[in-house]
């Protein structure tokens, strides 16, 4: 168990919906991270916040955003969904300057 | 650009050894290592810093050259229990964190 928390662990919802994946991170790690998996490939950076601020942006649609608040915790809110958007979303959580991520469980994202 | 790794996949027995690497086209300032199991979150297994610094797992070890910009995992006398997808990982704090392409690794009893 790395500490790290995520919800709702399974969401299935149709094209054109929006939907919010929680992440609660490991008791005072202060960066949060998104990522999305699709099937067997790698993990793609979307996007990173630390004590409440964006820090980093990888590719992430216009489609997706996210925040951090002030408890730390960090909602990933995907709208206008498309079948491409089932994934595995994970989250991660770190709290030292060399950056290696603490993973939650992931939740699995299923667009009919 | 994502750091690639080689092999793509390797089939081992038990017991066997192993090596992946991880190279990147931009410098590497550090490196982390990561094993992630079908379906399952990916779980930190050792980060390798500037200067040979080294912090993780007892049981696996690794190197990293700054000047070629590579890290090697070293899998010894691998269990079942290794099998899973292997990543490199870097950047973090103002930088994109990027994976590597990943390697497969299975261990046949």
């Known amino acids: 168990d790395s500490g790290v928390t995520q919800t709702p662990k399974h969401l299935i919802t149709a094209t054109g919906q929006r939907v919010t994946l929680r992440c609660s991170p490991r008791?005072?790690?202060?960066?949060v991270y998104w990522y999305q998996q699709s099937l067997d490939q790698g993990l793609q950076f979307l996007i990173q916040?630390?004590?409440?601020?964006?820090?980093a942006k990888g590719n992430i649609l216009e489609r997706f955003s996210a925040q951090q608040f002030p408890d730390l915790h960090s909602e990933l809110n995907l709208s206008s969904l498309e079948l491409g958007d089932s994934a595995l979303y994970f989250c991660?959580?770190?709290?030292?300057?060399?950056?290696?991520?603490?993973f939650g469980p992931g939740t699995r994202l299923t667009v009919l | 650009q994502q750091p690639v790794q080689s092999p793509q996949a390797v089939i081992l027995r038990e017991g066997e050894d192993a090596v992946i690497n991880c190279s990147s086209s931009?410098?590497?300032?550090?490196v982390h290592w990561y094993r992630q199991k079908h379906g399952e979150a990916p779980v930190f297994l050792m980060i390798?810093?500037?200067?040979?610094e080294q912090k993780g797992h007892d049981k696996i070890s690794a190197s990293f050259n700054e000047k070629k910009q590579q890290s090697s995992l070293y899998l010894t006398a691998s269990q079942l229990s290794y099998s899973g997808t292997y990543f490199c990982?870097?950047?973090?704090?103002?930088?994109?964190?990027?994976f590597g392409t990943g390697t497969r690794l299975k261990v046949l009893a």
């Open positions: 390798l810093l500037k200067g040979g």
């Open positions: 991660a959580s770190s709290g030292t300057s060399y950056n290696e991520q603490f």
């Open positions: 916040y630390y004590n409440g601020e964006e820090r």
């Open positions: 931009k410098a590497l300032y550090s």
């Open positions: 008791s005072g790690d202060l960066s």
């Open positions: 990982g870097t950047g973090g704090g103002t930088y994109k964190y990027i």
